[in-house]
DNA sequence: ATAGGGTTAG
């Protein structure tokens, strides 16, 4: 017995598997795997720690000696949840209710079952876990039910996650701070910020995790002034300082929400700096088309010591693409491999495409996505296609379309973009060929909505909408915006209101003449908002030619800055024109 | 003794 006591003291202090096997054999030796307290120190040890080894710990398992404690399995399933093989758990579980060795799991085992079920999308395996908690009695434990509600909502069923948690017997600020990230990560931001206010309301605290949360669904949805009031809490407490995620959080939602001034000065403030930190400001210039300022931080980083990843190229590229900066675009690209070792990924070839087609050169957005490991991706030649239409080149046009057509790929969008090229040559038609194949086929439309932030409360506005309360009033603003625009405006400008012929085509292909969500989302915030204010607005779309022209006259018209940002990049609207350049 | 939460790009 004094042999074990020495061996667990061993244990104890164990760091790396060289000392381990070591233990080990002196624990066979000394027939001391039999012992349940050395051979569960043993297991945690391979199983869990950082310096461990699973496979190890199976094999370790495997040689066991009956009766198996709980320990024995909970370490087991541990080391597998956090795995590459996170499906193992499940399996792991199986095993141990088939055999006699033990009575029945604890709350433990369902923390980390439920671990691996939300790693490896194991739904039916969540729901029957859910049924055995609630059988065996866990279902009044704080932290199984939080792990239930994140299995839930990771495997995409985000109401029964709102239902769990809605029904647990309490929630502590993880169980807060784990549904903020849930509707987060589903995309559901407004629910996100909602949960806000509740916690507010109820009194149950705020911490950084909280605040990490929050500003990614207001980046997201380009809440910038939920961002500020999440920025006062956050340096009143002073996370700020102390934590890196709450900074970086900052910086991209600042960028994300249009401020690259927010997110200079909250980059500027912070003590230390990681990936993530580079990252967010290299992306955030680069979407707003600073491809230069971009550069500039980017060569900071490495003075900084830090290693780009793909996502710093990505920054570079879009800034590029959207500045027209050919050479430097095609230099890093280079870079990227050469130099750091990482492989462009579709987002990148993409920007190389956008790059070159926007710039002209059509031939050399061609041959990038011949070249590429993803020309079956129709993503690329979609791009090679919008680019097409800015130079109205018919034959490329057509070339790109086919791929797509070859790839099945083909949307409504798509065949809007060829009538446009079309259109923009006068070929009716052209127009009327595209036309018939969308009524024929079928082809579906992807709807385009609009986020707007008025007051602290988020809008969604999709095309055509006709579900808000205040309906009427949002099309009477809408009208009269139309109509101040066609009658201040010169001659040129009246033109533009009045759809141009090609537009007119497209329009009509893409949303059968409804009137656009950002169209809506604008007039609805000059309703709501007080002369200076700023408008804030994403949509999921890219915006439209028309929409482009409007929202530039409406800025001058009304005084207003509007900042647009679109599925690619940003737009500020000033006193009548935007940072675009109208190259976009 | 062993349990739960966060950031860029997709």
Redesign the pocket.
Known sequence: MCRAASLLTHLQGCNSMRRLRKIHAQVIVNGLLSNPAVS?KLL?FCA?SAAGDLSYSRLLFSHLPPPL???HW??LI?GSSRGPAPIDSLRLYNAMARSSSVSRP???T???LL?ACERSKATAKCREAHGSIVRIG?SS???????LT?CYAENGLIDDSRKMFDEMPE????????MI?CY??AGLHEEALKIYDKMRVLGVGL???????L??SC??VGALNFGIQVQEFAEKNG?LGR????G??LV?MYA?CGSLDGARQVFDRMRRR????W??MI?GLGVHGHGDEAISFFDRMLMAGLRP????F??LLMGCSHQGLVGEGIKYFQLMNSEFNLQPD??HYGCMVDMFGRAGELEKALEVIRSSPCSADPVLWRTLLSACKIHKKVEMGETAFENLSHLSAHNAGDCALLAGIYAGVGDSQGVARMRKLVKDQGIKTTPGWTWIEVHGEVRKFVVGDTSHPDTKEIYEKLKEMISRAASLGSAEERSKVQPSKEDAAVEGLENGGDCHSEMLAIAFGLMKTSEETSLRIAKNLRVCKDCHSLTKMVSKIYGREIIVRDRVRFHHFKGGSCSCSDYW
């Open positions: 569960a945690a869990t404690h709980l320990d909970n370490s541990r604890d709350a433990v369902f923390s980390f671990k866990f434990s704080v932290i199984v039910c939080t792990n994140r929630r502590d600020l993880v169980s807060w701070n784990s990230a987060c990560r911490d950084e995790f909280t605040a990490v949360g500003l990614s980046a997201h996370f934590n890196i995620y709450v970086n959080a991209d994300k990681d990936g993530f930190t990252n967010s992306v990843n793909s996502v710093s990505l920054g579709l987002k």
